[in-house]
């Protein structure tokens, strides 16, 4: 039976390498992205390796940085339960 530490790791757990955690998990997740003043939600991935664009506007949504994709201010997203 797992412990609560393990399925609730501390601060300086999350913070270490994925790889290095007690129990490994992916550092990446789908997301919901919606951007200000508009109604439609574009689902995205967090880690995304090209510019990703508002559907219906020339807007964009996410930039590559070679890690996780940064979006600009005023975005709201929410991460999908899997």
């Given at each position: 039976m797992?412990?609560?530490k393990d399925l609730h790791p501390s601060p300086e757990e999350k913070r270490k390498l994925k790889k290095k955690h007690l129990v490994?998990?992916?550092s990446s997740c789908i997301?919901?992205?919606q951007f200000?003043?508009?109604r439609?939600?574009?689902?995205?991935f967090s880690h995304a390796q090209m510019?990703?664009?508002?559907?219906g506007c020339p807007t964009v949504l996410y930039q590559p940085t070679g890690g996780k994709a940064r979006l600009p201010e005023g975005c709201?997203?929410?991460r999908k339960s899997t």
């Open positions: 797992p412990l609560a490994q998990s992916p997301m919901d992205v200000p003043g508009r439609k939600i574009s689902t995205t510019t990703v664009r508002c559907v709201s997203f929410r």
